[in-house]
């Protein structure tokens, strides 16, 4: 599939692509050979088969037809089974927080996103893009650097305060993921009740990998009050939570810039 919307500087390349529901963005800060090009390219084209794999809002997507009970292609098996494996270690860290099964509906949703923008950073680093940030919907994968001796810096929105951050983290080699209601309401559902999670407003997780930090995430948005205290024993995450009264908080890893955040 073409890549469209392209600008190439002699250094460095942006793209941006609508899929999954959602919008991703490319961030190359390295020299555009024709290998990132081409990855970049197999990057869309693989982000669009998935969504046709995944997707909840296609009658005739792979899970779409697994929930209805219906017989689905060999091919798709390989990628079907490493998401459904990957969503039940997620249910066995979480104690069950993580669902894809949440309100007894097939919906992998919570795992697919954050493993497929890092699937697609994978791509682009074994074309030797080094310094990259692939955004998926708001959940980052950072590699290398913003620029020489500079760190990537994300803003964290605050949900309640339209225009202003909450939080400012900084690094590489980073995921950043944010579960909350800002964009799309109450959609978190607590799986062990089947009702939305409604006790944060909004809960980033930073880790170095956006699959399993995408998916942690939602579980500790879901847990609500005890998010802070599960994240603060999660080996390798940090974690900025904004509750439903306004309280900011954070686990004191959190890698933040200098004067930022609570």
């Known amino acids: 599939m073409p890549v469209s919307e392209v600008s190439a500087p002699a250094r460095g390349l942006r793209h941006v692509e609508h899929a999954m529901g959602t919008v991703f963005s490319f961030d190359l800060r390295d020299p555009v050979t024709r290998p990132v090009r081409r990855a970049l390219e197999e990057a869309v ?30 091919r798709y098996g390989p990628e079907v089974a490493e998401v459904f494996a990957l969503c039940e270690e997620a249910a066995h860290t979480t104690g069950g927080w993580f669902s894809h099964t949440p309100g007894g509906r097939l919906d992998p949703s919570g795992m697919v996103k954050g493993w497929a923008v890092e699937r697609v950073s994978q791509m682009l680093y074994a074309a030797d893009a080094r310094n990259t940030c692939v955004n998926g919907g708001g959940d980052i994968q950072l590699r290398g650097e913003a620029a020489p001796g500079t760190p990537w810096r994300i803003g964290i929105a605050h949900p ?47 880790g170095r990998h956006l699959t399993s930090t995408d998916a942690y995430a939602t579980a500790a948005f879901a847990m609500g009050a005890g998010a802070r205290d599960w994240v603060e024993a ?24 200098t004067g930022a955040g609570p």
């Open 45 to 74: 084209a693989w982000l669009h088969h998935m969504d046709e794999v995944f997707s909840t809002y296609r009658p005739g997507s792979v899970i779409s037809r697994l929930g209805r009970g219906e017989p689905v292609p060999e």
């Open 160 to 206: 309640a305060r339209p225009g202003e951050l909450a939080a400012v983290v900084t690094g590489g080699d980073l995921a950043v993921a944010t579960s909350g209601t800002a964009e799309r309401g109450a959609h978190v559902l607590d799986p062990h009740t089947g009702r939305p999670a409604t006790a944060l407003l909004s809960l980033t997780l930073t």
């Open 234 to 257: 999660l080996d390798g995450h940090e974690a900025l939570g904004i509750t439903a009264a306004g309280e900011v908080w954070s686990t004191p890893g959190l890698p933040m810039a």
